[in-house]
């Protein structure tokens, strides 16, 4: 299949969890994410590359500038083997792992070509990604010893969701919904709209079968106990302050799971984390990442 046709059916795939990076859902959405960036960088050919000798090979190593947390790897492995088939890859660090600033985390022997094409897209995945997954774990590392788990949000760039979501698994982290279509999010809206907070718990019991989950955000404790007496199950506490999630809990009893969502910092995190709470839902750990700073050095072979 070729780069255009695999942009057009990536249009088309339904949008599933990655189990783990040898899952084959997960490894036919990594192709099509590369494909669509070759696409968009390479275009009809790369005039510059073009340059240089077909037949001559290169090696390359890739350094982190910085300390992160390794993520990509996939994404990375199949922009270069896009290129070159038969590239040689080693990486020395693991996905996952944490490395060290300056240290070579990948090498890789293949076509000069290739190797020089591949390179942007390649690292974009890899900064992007262990970005993600480096955020992630610095907020799972100051929850630890609690019982929240840090969660995501949809706050992601668009057509990398599935990948950014895969990342703050790598950290640590716990996904939340894919997108409007896998789970119900019930907010103030939907909660205005529909007739009060009963009223769209009740609506919401029709489409249960198709939904991952059904979670209802309230903003006062007295939401919170008649969406508790409607059998709600998973409830997001918006914007409270501490106390206020301290007596959510409380009144919750270990009925439903609760999440915290809304103005989270990490220098307030461990507070939120200890009043109790299930889940921190946290749009930073995807929409305000700055990405790894990582380098690709070339050196031809004879």
Known sequence: MGAGSLVEAAMLAPMTYFADPSDDSMHSQVLLDVARALQE?????????????????????????????????????????????????????????????????????????????????????????????????????????????IVDTRKTLPGLRLAQ???????GGTNHRIGLHDAVLIKENHIAAAGGVTAVLRAAEKVAAQAKFIEIEVETLAQLSEALDAGATMVLLDNMPVPMLREAVRINAGRAILEISGGVTLAGLRALAETGVDRISIGTLTKDVKATDFSMRLQELE
């Open 41 to 149: 960088d390479v275009g009809s050919g790369d005039l510059t590359a073009g340059l240089i000798d077909p037949v001559r090979r290169a090696r390359a190593r890739v350094l982190a500038r910085e300390s992160a947390v390794i993520c990509g790897a996939p994404w990375a492995n199949a922009a270069l083997r896009a290129l070159d088939p038969a590239a040689r890859i080693t990486w020395h660090v693991a996905e996952g792992q944490r490395c060290a600033p300056d240290q070579v985390v990948l090498e890789v022997e293949a076509s000069a070509r290739a190797l020089l094409s591949a390179e942007r897209t390649a690292l974009n995945f890899l900064q992007l990604l262990s970005a993600v997954a480096t955020k992630t774990a610095t907020y799972v590392e100051a929850v630890q010893g609690t019982r929240a788990h």
């Open 165 to 171: 979501k895969y990342a703050v698994r790598v950290g």
